[in-house]
């Protein structure tokens, strides 16, 4: 059953398991889920040939039970199969290395027999393991339905047995390995497969919390929690640290499900393990309740203690990791539901009014009030949601306006003459229907409203639009807004990844995406890129814009893959007033804009305590405007998008 309720969240991170630990040979498996799913458990990570069985020839495979024990949707739903651990197909050992890659195949095989959804991999034995991720990579191949999910030691642990003798040969200070070397190099030979995904055990001790963030990043799939992490409270209940009960709360928003593992170390209860580990004294006697059910319990406080997740967050849930191909709005005509949608964000209109009020209150004293008249005009008007706050702003500080509503989107002037009438503003607004760039004003504007910005700020052609419309502004006219900024980051964001990749070409590598981010690694804090400021009357402005960033991730990250940058925006609508999504300084609460994604066509490693050089260009051309990016180092890449031959933005 679900750890519990919480508002608004469907997610698999609701269900935990439990790894079963001893074989359970004949009709035990039935009975152990039986036992486990009676306890509130939801599924078994459980081995599904005996550990004990080594290839020999016309050997029948010793199953853990006949496909005929459990149902189809048993199988398919309660059971995560346990790949034997005694693989090792990078040993020198070539007898060994043989039967692993046999057995490997035929444990995958009898998973695939039963539709299991996913089957859990040993970790590989050594930090070489060419030879491993090849059969694994093979096999991926061949899988339509089941997931491997890759099983990896979450900490900085010392070199593996062989590597640590290297080291010490060749240097005398031995130093540690970091388990996400093993996973980035495994994932790497079995090229990103969208298949493969990790599965983490959680220890006693944890990395720093910088390190622990690049698997924000990754496909972690399920986190595997020792019964060893666990402390114990007064009342001598298991209980987590709080770097443990923060990287639990981080899977539970991240879709991770939690499997727990171990034998019982607090005696809290009278429970049995008999049917665990199939003791032979179990009886029908001896009570039900699940050694590992204090455990259970204590997840369940911990998922049911998180806050609901917010309205927001709701409404955007279905948006997660979704790839979006930036709005057009110079060249296409936006549809109803997309105004809809976008009308409803009550927080930047609310932003927008307070903007306006505060402008007209600079542009008319009080004692101008009663005789002066302010010329407002909203350049793309759509269905006027600008106008309406334009009118509350003068009504709240009782200045004159008159309105010019600007729109060359025939549909939405449509529904702008019907709201007017409605809304009983004929004498106040005079609606155009036309282009701004090509409409000539009857009177200059004391204040210029747009809603032109999109995620990268300036990548729907706002400063293109308002150079254009600037010329029917006063010398000492305002534009709202008055200036906005872009931001870029690195980002970890395997599932992006592989969702362009999915398309094969070169061409959806070299597109910017708007995409409600989710499940990504945020490596450095944004910088700055690109700022533009309005009204700017100077005879040599241009919109072309070429910076150089330099990004330093926290000393203690350890390495990471770096797969793209996140892009925001910032913007300053009238002195003090303004929006954006850039993280550190977002207006709280509004939906508009979701970042912006720049892939990297190959993704880079980023060396411990490198790094990171980007340039990015805004080009533009006679009929289309561009972004080109490049990485300079640690490493160069190509650079993206030359001549805007993949993706372009028309004027």
Request: glycine share 4%; proline share 7%; net charge negative.
């Amino acid at each position: 059953m679900p750890l519990g309720q919480r508002a608004g969240d469907k997610s698999d991170s609701r269900y935990c398991g439990v790894e079963v630990l001893d074989f359970p040979a004949g009709d035990g498996l039935p009975a152990v889920l039986t036992h486990s799913l009676s306890s509130a458990f939801d599924f078994l990570l459980a081995p599904l040939v005996d550990p004990d069985y080594r290839p020999t020839p016309g050997a029948v495979l010793p199953v853990a039970a006949s496909d005929l024990v459990l149902s189809p949707s048993q199988w398919s739903s309660h059971i995560v199969g346990k790949i034997s651990e005694w693989i090792d197909l990078d040993s020198e050992d070539e007898q060994l290395r043989l039967d692993s890659e046999l057995t490997l195949k035929q444990e995958i095989a009898w998973a695939t027999h039963l539709s299991l959804q996913a089957c859990v991999i040993p970790p590989p034995k050594r930090s070489t393991c060419a030879n491993y991720a090849r059969v694994v990579n093979n096999i991926l191949q061949g899988l339509t339905n089941m997931q491997l999910w890759l099983r990896i030691p979450l900490e900085k642990s010392e070199s593996m047995e062989e590597d640590r003798d290297k080291v010490n040969n060749n240097n005398p200070t031995s130093e540690t390995v970091d388990s996400w070397e093993w996973w980035n190099s495994f994932r790497l030979l079995c090229e990103h497969s969208s298949q493969l995904y990790v599965a983490l055990d959680i220890l006693s001790s944890l990395p720093s919390m910088n390190s622990l963030g690049r698997w924000f990043g990754e496909p972690v799939r399920a986190a595997i929690l020792q019964t060893d992490a666990f402390l114990t409270n007064a009342r001598g209940y298991p209980c987590l640290s709080k770097r443990h009960q923060t990287l639990l709360t981080g899977f539970f928003n991240h879709s991770v499900q939690v499997i727990i593992s171990g034998r019982s170390n607090h005696n809290v209860s009278q429970v049995s393990e008999g049917v665990l580990s199939r003791d032979e004294n179990h009886t029908e006697d001896t009570p039900t309740q699940h050694a590992l059910s204090p455990y259970l319990d204590y997840m369940a406080y911990l998922y049911q203690r998180m806050d609901p997740l917010p309205e927001q967050e709701r409404f955007e849930i279905n948006y997660r990791d979704f790839l979006q191909s930036p709005l057009q709005p110079l060249m296409d005509n936006l549809e109803a539901q997309t105004y809809e949608t976008f009308e409803k964000d009550t927080v930047k209109y609310t932003q927008y009014q307070r903007a306006i009020a505060k402008a007209l209150v600079d542009k008319v004293s009080d004692d101008e009030v009663s005789t002066a008249r302010t010329v407002l005009m909203v350049v793309g008007a759509g269905r006027g949601p600008l106008v309406r706050a334009s009118l509350q702003a003068a009504e709240e500080t009782g200045r004159t306006l008159k309105v010019y509503a600007v729109e060359k989107n025939p549909n939405a002037v449509i529904t702008l003459h019907s709201l007017i009438k409605l809304e009983g503003w004929e004498s106040m607004v005079t609606i155009i229907s036309s282009d701004m760039r090509c409409w000539d004003a009857p009177e200059k504007a004391d204040i210029l409203v747009s809603e032109l910005l999109g995620s990268f700020g300036d990548n729907e052609l706002s400063p293109e639009c308002l150079d254009g419309a600037q010329r029917f502004l006063k010398p000492d006219g305002i534009s709202i807004p008055s200036s906005y900024t872009s931001f870029i980051q690195p980002v970890t964001a395997s599932k992006l990844h592989n969702d362009i990749k999915a398309h094969k070409d070169i061409a959806h590598f070299e597109t910017a995406y708007v995409v409600k981010l989710h499940r990504v690694a945020r490596l450095a804090p944004p910088q700055e890129v690109f700022s533009f400021a309005h009204p700017n009357f100077s005879p040599k402005a241009t919109n072309q814009r070429y910076t150089k960033l330099q990004f330093e991730l926290p000393q203690d990250t350890g390495s990471c893959l770096v797969h793209g940058f996140a892009g925001y925006f910032d913007a300053v609508l009238y002195k003090d007033v303004h929006l954006g999504i850039e993280p550190n300084t977002c207006t709280p609460n509004m939906f508009s804009w979701f970042p912006i994604f720049f892939p990297l066509r190959k993704p880079i490693y980023v060396p411990s305590e490198s790094p990171i050089e980007v340039h990015f260009w805004r080009c533009c051309g006679a009929t289309k405007v561009w972004y080109e990016w490049a990485l300079v180092a640690p490493s160069p890449s190509p650079i993206h998008n030359s001549n805007g031959r993949s993706y372009w933005v028309g004027l």
